[in-house]
């Protein structure tokens, strides 16, 4: 029912920032929540950030708490994180996902039922 694309990924030097995004298709994204998870290579995927559906409420996971910043546009149908102080430790594929949160908590993958492909981010030393 929702398609999610996520874009703006690339290669960032360590300290550095940048903005990634996510697209929304065939229906809009005002009566859900919306998630950032990633996932780096050989481990399993971990919550990054949400915002609900109003955008007035944001959520982070404490190891990006204060460098990220997530945010929505209902009316373009786009959500953004952005994301500054750039670790070595961030460098991951970031997913965009959406969802209701029926019977599950916002920082778990099974709240969302929608996914994006995922966007490329690597920090560099």
């Known amino acids: 029912q929702v398609s999610l694309v996520e874009s703006g990924g690339g290669l960032v030097s360590a300290g550095g920032s940048l903005r990634i995004s996510c697209a929304a298709s065939?229906?809009?994204?005002?009566?859900?929540?919306v998630g950032w998870f990633r996932q780096a290579p050989g481990k399993e995927r971990e919550f990054v950030a949400s915002i609900n559906r109003s955008g007035g409420t944001t959520y982070y996971a404490g190891s990006v708490k204060g460098r990220f910043t997530i945010s929505r546009n209902n009316a373009k149908n786009t959500v953004d994180l952005q994301i500054g102080s750039l670790k070595l430790e961030d460098t991951a594929v970031y997913y965009c996902a959406a969802g209701t949160l029926f019977g599950s908590s916002r920082y778990e993958q099974t709240a969302y039922n929608y996914w994006g492909q995922g966007t490329q981010v690597t920090v560099s030393s």
């Open positions: 065939g229906r809009t994204l005002s009566a859900l929540a």
